[in-house]
């Protein structure tokens, strides 16, 4: 009998079925005990005696990896691998897979909602009138405003086509930009600095490498125009959030708004913000993608574990 270690604490609860798939398999579940993002020690404490996890965005570093001696699988709930350390399960020969049922479409629904909640002040006025306070706040509109994507991968691809019907200007910063997919909806391929301070919006869809670290900090920032909001979905380490904090508190940029963090779950000071928007990364929690997902990541571990 396999010994799995489900990771991610809402991992079958859209529906049975990843689960009860994983128990014809003949698989003995563990679950996350701790009920959220597991650190280092309980990721030890859960997972040193399993041969397969089902992986969700806690660290996996040569310590930890060290450490779990029988493990042979890690299943990913997801596609980002940035929390892995994959020198270290090659070394120890744990396969690692993830699942192609992108959540692409989700995360860029998001940014586009998070987008238009900062124009018009709509999380501001409803916490207003909760506080019995009738304040009708004057916002703005996502057409003809100027728009920056860094990183036209999959998910920057859906929030253009999403974007595609508000009429706004859009600039995209990718080294390896499609040029087809550019000249079919009109964007505008630029330098980052070009991007950056011609921008109205900005939102970040690359991933998280030694190069891309912190990319966004207070020299950064110093290049955006004052008006400017930034929306990150994609990895927390991207951008320097003391260095966000002081430009909001300052006014240099307009306002953010993140789903993302470097460390989570996120207890920090951008919380005393009112210019700022933070969500729980939540990209990837769309039932109907989010069911797919499960599915799929279940499906890869089975198939490796019985070959």
Not at 111 to 138: E, F, P, Q, V, Y
Not at 184 to 201: F, G, P, R
Request: proline share 2%; with cysteine; net charge positive.
């Amino acid at each position: 009998m396999h010994r799995i270690l489900i990771a991610p604490t809402t991992f079958g609860t859209i529906s049975n079925e990843p689960i009860k798939r994983l128990k014809n398999a003949n698989c003995r579940l563990v679950f996350n005990s701790y009920k959220s993002r597991l650190n280092q020690n309980q990721l030890v404490n859960l997972a040193s005696d399993c041969d397969g996890i089902i992986a969700g965005t806690e660290e996996y570093n040569k310590d930890v990896i060290k450490k779990l001696k029988k493990l042979k699988i890690i299943s990913r709930l997801g596609v980002g691998t940035d929390n892995i350390d994959i020198n270290a399960i090659k070394h120890q020969k744990i396969k690692l897979l993830v699942t192609q049922s992108s959540p692409s479409r989700s995360v860029a629904e998001l940014a586009m909602g998070l987008i238009l909640n900062i124009l018009r002040k709509i999380s501001t006025s409803d916490r207003n009138i909760r506080l019995g306070k009738w304040d009708k706040k004057m916002g703005n509109l996502l057409s003809f405003k100027s728009l920056g994507i860094i990183g036209l991968g999959k998910v920057g691809k859906e929030l253009v086509k999403l974007l595609s019907s508000f009429g706004v200007k859009i600039f995209v910063y990718d080294k390896k930009c499609d040029e087809v997919f550019c000249k079919k909806y009109k964007c505008q391929k630029v330098s980052l600095n070009k991007l950056l301070s011609n921008s109205d919006i900005i939102s970040i869809h690359i991933n998280s490498t030694n190069k891309t670290k912190a990319i966004f900090d207070k020299k950064t920032f110093a290049m955006m125009k004052k008006n400017a909001i930034l929306i990150n979905t994609s990895r927390g380490s991207l951008i320097n959030e003391e260095d966000l904090r002081k430009a909001l508190k300052n006014k240099q940029i307009r306002g953010a708004a993140l789903d993302v963090f470097n460390e989570e779950p996120y207890r920090g000071k951008l919380s005393n913000l009112d210019n700022i928007l933070l969500t729980p990364h939540i990209g990837s929690y769309a039932e109907e993608i989010r069911l797919q997902m499960e599915l799929e990541s279940v499906e890869n571990l089975i198939k490796n574990l019985t070959k």
